[in-house]
C-alpha cells in the first residue's frame, strides 16, 4: 500500500536508522530476516557484487517475525512457528526471493513515491506536531535601534563583545545599515587582524570602531597602500600606531589626500622634513582636518599679535595645537598676558603653553599674586615667577612655592572676585 504524504518524511527516517543497524549486522555475517517497518513496508539489506554498495529491497508483509540462531526450542514456540509458516516465507526463500527482487523493489518503490502528490503547507497537522513548530521572532521590518537586530546578527553580537557602541553607531542610519549586511567571518574578521597589524590592541578596537565605523565601507588593499605610503615617508610603526589612535580616521583618506598635506604643512611652515614628520605625529588631525583654522591661525600670529615667523614656528612646534586652537582664545589669551600682566613677545614665546591653558586659571593665579605683591615675570629681577610654573603647577603648590600662602587663603581670595 502507498504512504500518505505526511508519512513518507517519519517512513523514511525509520529506514536510514535501521539501514545502519543492518549494516553493522551484515558485516558480521550475521542473517537476520526484515522487520516490518511503517504500514507494512519493511526492508531487507543486500550487497550487491557489481558496485559492492548496500542495497535496499522492500516487501510488504502483514507481520513482522525475528529468528533465533538457537536451534532448542520449547514445544509451544515450535507451534507457533509452524502455525506463522503459512503466512511468512522460510529464511531461505525471503533470501532467494529478495536476491531477484531488490533492484525491482527499489524501482517499484521510487515509481510510488513519484506518484504521491506533493505536500502542501496548508496540509492539517495534529496538535502534538504543531506544539513541536519552533518558531524564531520575525525581524522588525524597521526599526530605530541597533538592539532590536542584535539577537538576531552574529556580527552585531561579536561587536558588542569588542567593546563597540552600537547606540552611538545607530545615530548615522547608512553605517547602521552597513553593519546590519556584513557578514563577520567574510567581512569584519580581515579588518580586525588588519587593524591589530597597524598597531590597535584588542582593548582598543572597540573605541576605534565606534568612531571609524566608516572604515568597514574601504577597500582593505587600500588601506594598506596607505599605511605602506607612511611608512615610506619615514615614519615608524610605532609612528603610525600613535598616529592611527590619535586620528582614526586618518587610513580613511587617500595617498593623494595625505601626500598634499604633508606638503602643505611643511611648505606653509617652512619646517624640515624631520620637524614635519614628528609635528604630524603628535597631531595627526592635522591630516584630517580642515586646513581653514590652520590658515586663519598662521595671520592671526603674524598680523594680529604681531609674532614673527621663526617665533611662530618655534611655537608650534612646542604647541602642535596652537594650529588649532581656537582663534577668540587666542587673541584674548594674548591680549591678557602681553597687555595686563606685562610680558613680552620673546618671554612668551619661550612658554607657548599658556596659550594651551585656560584662561580663568591665569587670571585667578596673577591676580592673586598682585594683591600679595609676587606679581613679578621679568627673568632679569628677583621673585621670578616664569609662565610655565604660573600656568601648569596645581594649587598646593602654587600657594606654598609662588604665592608663599595657604591654599584657604587663595581661596578666600577667590571668593571676594
Not at 224 to 247: C, E, G, P, T, W
Not at 292 to 307: S, T
Not at 347 to 352: D, E, G, M, Q, S
Amino acid at each position: 500500500m502507498a504512504l500518505s504524504a505526511q508519512q513518507i518524511p517519519r517512513w523514511f527516517n525509520s529506514v536510514k536508522l535501521r539501514s545502519l543497524i543492518n549494516a553493522a549486522q551484515l558485516t558480521k555475517r550475521f542473517t537476520r530476516p526484515a522487520r516490518t517497518l511503517l504500514h507494512g513496508f519493511s526492508a531487507q539489506p543486500q550487497i550487491s557484487s557489481d558496485n559492492c554498495f548496500l542495497q535496499w529491497g522492500f516487501k510488504t508483509y502483514r507481520t513482522s517475525s525475528l529468528w533465533n540462531s538457537s536451534q532448542s526450542t520449547s514445544s509451544s514456540s515450535q507451534e507457533n512457528n509452524s502455525a506463522q509458516s503459512s503466512l511468512l516465507p522460510s529464511m531461505n526463500e525471503q533470501s532467494q526471493k529478495t536476491q531477484n527482487i531488490s533492484s525491482f523493489d527499489s524501482e517499484l518503490f521510487l515509481e510510488e513515491l513519484d506518484e504521491l502528490p506533493p505536500l502542501s503547507p496548508m496540509q492539517p497537522i495534529s496538535e502534538e506536531e504543531a506544539i513541536q513548530i519552533i518558531a524564531d521572532p520575525p525581524l522588525p521590518p524597521a526599526s530605530f535601534t541597533l538592539q532590536d537586530y542584535v539577537d538576531h546578527s552574529e556580527t552585531l553580537q561579536k561587536l558588542v563583545l569588542l567593546g563597540v557602541d552600537l547606540s552611538k553607531i545607530e545615530k548615522h542610519p547608512e553605517a547602521a545599515n552597513l553593519l546590519l549586511r556584513l557578514d563577520f567571518e567574510k567581512d569584519i574578521k580581515q579588518m580586525l587582524l588588519f587593524l591589530k597589524d597597524v598597531g590597535i590592541e584588542d582593548n582598543q578596537l572597540g573605541a576605534f570602531l565606534t568612531k571609524n565605523h566608516a572604515i568597514f565601507s574601504e577597500d582593505l588593499e587600500n588601506l594598506k597602500i596607505r599605511v605602506a605610503y607612511l611608512h615610506s615617508k619615514n615614519f615608524s610603526k610605532a609612528d603610525v600606531a600613535q598616529m592611527v589612535r590619535k586620528a582614526p580616521f586618518l587610513l580613511n583618506f587617500s595617498v593623494e589626500r595625505l601626500d598634499n598635506r604633508l606638503g602643505f604643512f611643511q611648505k606653509e611652515l617652512e619646517l624640515s622634513v624631520k620637524k614635519t614628520r614628528d609635528l604630524i605625529v603628535r597631531l595627526p588631525r592635522l591630516l584630517t582636518g580642515s586646513l581653514e583654522p590652520v590658515k586663519e591661525n598662521m595671520k592671526v600670529y603674524r598680523l594680529e599679535l604681531g609674532f614673527k615667523h621663526n617665533e611662530i614656528q618655534h611655537m608650534i612646534t612646542r604647541i602642535p595645537k596652537m594650529l588649532t586652537a581656537n582663534k577668540m582664545k587666542l587673541t584674548e589669551t594674548f591680549d591678557f598676558v602681553h597687555n595686563v600682566m606685562s610680558i613680552p613677545h620673546h618671554i612668551i614665546v619661550k612658554f607657548p603653553q599658556v596659550f594651551n591653558a585656560r584662561l580663568f586659571k591665569v587670571k585667578e593665579r596673577h591676580l592673586f599674586l598682585t594683591y600679595l605683591g609676587r606679581a613679578q615675570y621679568d627673568p632679569v629681577k628677583p621673585n621670578y615667577i616664569s609662565l610655565d610654573k604660573l600656568v601648569s603647577i596645581p594649587d598646593e603648590i602654587f600657594c606654598e612655592e609662588i604665592a608663599k600662602a595657604s591654599v584657604q587663603d587663595f581661596e578666600k581670595f577667590l571668593k571676594t572676585l
